[in-house]
Nanobody, 123 residues
Framework: QVQLVESGGGSVQAGGSLRLACAVF????????LGWFRQAPGKEREGVAI????????YYAESVKGRFTISQDNAKNTQYLQMNSLKPEDTALYYC????????????????WGQGTQVTVSS
């Protein structure tokens, strides 16, 4: 079993920064896919940033390219999402998710989910 625990959400003004963290517990092996999704009220859950742990693949949604950066601390089994130049439209509940096998930006492909952390950006 894999458990994911997010932290780091909060409220910031537009232009500010936040760093989210996703701690991974359980047996994952050397290669799996770990990333971030978000869901705003009334909208579908969308992939934001995803990385192939153990490989070189990284995905960023067009809306966050150049502003968000995903990184991994293997010693701590933790993935970080650094979010800079935040905009009001980034406001959403952010989830960490994991799957084995190939990486996908579709939320339906992910088996393991964290509880979510709220990010609110005010104008």
């Amino acid at each position: 079993q894999v458990q994911l625990v997010e932290s780091g959400g909060g409220s910031v003004q537009a232009g500010g920064s936040l760093r989210l963290a996703c701690a991974v517990f359980g047996s994952t092996g050397s290669g799996y896919c770990l990333g971030w999704f978000r869901q705003a009220p009334g909208k579908e859950r969308e992939g934001v940033a995803i990385a192939d742990i153990g490989g070189g693949y990284t995905y960023y949604a067009e809306s966050v390219k150049g502003r968000f950066t995903i990184s991994q601390d293997n010693a701590k089994n933790t993935q970080y999402l650094q979010m800079n130049s935040l905009k009001p439209e980034d406001t959403a509940l952010y989830y960490c998710a994991a799957k084995f096998g190939y990486c996908s930006s579709a939320s339906r492909d992910y088996n393991y989910w964290g509880q979510g952390t709220q990010v609110t950006v005010s104008s």
